[in-house]
């Protein structure tokens, strides 16, 4: 049973759009939610994490959004550039440090 | 600062074969560490997990096995590889003690043939 489901599963953005990827999660002990990045034949790369205490959180052209309620984050790519061509992953994680991953969403930028 | 190794960084091998992937942390002590396994186009999945030393978790019952010699040491093995084995297998570790970043290695792809 997946714990967090991702959307969409790939996404097409012009140069200087907006990426916006959406995850849902079910387990509301989840304390720790990570975007990460991973490029072709790479190993993922953390790239911004948020605590559920703070609603948002922007690291240069990245933001994760975060909606208690709901149960559901998101991570916001602005100026998308061809660099961020890559697939993301959102994650999640309770105190035993597991993470419980996304299926990922493929992100195209086109120049 | 912290490194993570793994070997080797491409593999083939028959089924049937057995199979010896290893992974390595540098610079941090007493660390969590993780295998993963990522089918081509999927997300990732998670295998074992270890806390220290010899005490090793299994998440999916399959034929692979995991073990944690010393400290910053974590192997994953096979007696008898199948062809579903096939796949990116990623390490990964975590300070812990507080700290959830988990950090992973470059990645090993596996095909079995």
């Known amino acids: 049973q997946q714990q967090v489901k991702q959307s969409p599963q790939s996404l097409i953005v012009q140069k200087g759009g907006i990426s916006i990827i959406n995850c849902a999660y079910e387990?509301?002990?989840?304390?720790?939610f990570p975007w990460y990045q991973q490029f072709p034949g790479k190993g993922p790369a953390l790239l911004i994490a948020i605590r559920p205490d703070v609603s948002e959180k922007k690291e240069g052209r990245f933001t994760i959004s975060f909606n208690k309620s709901a149960k559901q984050f998101s991570l916001h790519i602005m100026d998308s550039q061809p660099g961020d061509s890559a697939t993301y992953f959102c994650?999640?994680?309770?105190?035993?440090?597991?993470?419980?991953f996304g299926a990922g969403t493929t992100v195209t930028v086109r120049a | 600062s912290q490194t993570i190794h793994q070997w080797p960084a491409t593999l083939v091998q028959p089924v049937g074969s057995p199979l010896s992937l290893e992974c390595t942390v540098e610079?941090?002590?007493?660390?969590?560490l993780y295998w993963y396994r990522q089918a081509a186009g999927r997300g990732l999945q998670l295998l074992f997990y270890?806390?220290?030393?010899?005490?090793i978790s299994s998440e999916v019952p399959q034929n692979l096995s995991a073990s944690r010699p010393q400290d910053r040491q974590f192997i994953l093995s096979s007696k008898k590889l199948l062809l579903s084995d096939s796949g990116f297998y990623l390490c990964a570790w975590v300070l812990g003690q507080g700290s959830y970043e988990q950090y992973f290695g470059p990645g090993t792809r596996l095909t079995v043939t």
């Open positions: 610079g941090t002590s007493n660390p969590n």
């Open positions: 387990n509301t002990a989840f304390d720790y």
């Open positions: 270890s806390v220290g030393i010899g005490q």
């Open positions: 994650a999640a994680s309770i105190s035993d440090y597991k993470l419980s």
